[in-house]
């Protein structure tokens, strides 16, 4: 599971996420379609701290639910999710959810860098 297709799948058309981005930074944020002109945002937010912590803000809890909820109607025992700000909030993004966290070694080997029990 990638944490960025479930991002895509919480901010399409007509959801309580969109609009929360819409009523913080404007109908600019849509593309003709009305969908989530993400190119912009990318621009706005990889350029200004303050726009990225209220996009973290609005996105971040609901991409969470929506993963813990993909997580809990998964087959077999686990399931390998990227999800790159789990690193940084990994109780917020799922809470009571073991987790190792992996990186890629130089050399393009897995490495794991820590193992956490999410409270």
Partial sequence: MDADD???????????????????FGSAVLDAEGSLDRVFVADVVFHDASA??????ITHAPIGVEIARRLDGADG???????PSIARAPRRVLPG????????????RATTHRRTRIQ
Avoid at 77 to 83: L, T
């Fill in 6 to 24: 479930v991002a895509h799948d919480v901010t399409q058309p007509g959801s309580a996420t969109l609009s929360a981005l819409v009523d913080a």
């Fill in 97 to 108: 959810r073991g987790v190792v966290r992996a990186g890629i070694a130089g050399d393009g």
């Fill in 52 to 57: 990225l912590r209220r996009l973290n803000a």
């Fill in 77 to 83: 025992e686990a399931v390998f999710a990227a999800i």
